[in-house]
């Protein structure tokens, strides 16, 4: 199989630029096929109450699609209202949650193992020195 990887932006915010793709091959490998998609808060909102039956926007929905396949939706809207919470830029929590949301396709589960994974990566990718 061959590396494929797209990003999907149905927002009107331009996004930073950051290395995703590297991320992804880091974290999931070349041979998983990604989609990263942006979406507004609408279909944030109706994605997470129709898969989590929780009836809110949410910043992150990762999607498995196979074992070489997935996708992740963020809500640019939501990272950006969150940003004081987790006392991050914009770019650092939006790769942060790139991060977050590649580790779960990889079969993760919110764990101090996770937790220590995430940190790994966010450090090598958006260490603030």
């Keep these: 199989m061959r590396e494929s990887f797209s990003v999907i932006n149905q927002t009107k915010g331009k996004l930073p630029g950051l290395p995703f793709v590297i991320i992804k091959n880091d974290i999931l490998g070349k041979d998983y ?18 898969y989590r039956k929780k009836d809110k926007p949410t910043n992150i929905l990762s999607f498995p699609l196979s074992k070489t396949e997935g996708e992740i939706l963020i809500c640019p809207v ?7 919470k987790f006392g991050r830029t914009y770019r650092q929590l939006l790769g942060f949650l790139v991060i977050h949301g590649c580790l779960h396709l990889k079969g993760m589960r919110h764990s101090s193992t996770m937790e220590r ?6 450090q090598k990718y958006f260490s603030r020195h």
């Design 33 to 50: 096929s990604l989609s990263l998609a942006f979406i507004d808060e609408v279909t944030s909102q109706r994605l997470n109450k129709t």
């Design 78 to 84: 939501v990272v950006k209202r969150e940003l004081k």
């Design 117 to 122: 994974r995430e940190k790994f990566y966010d």
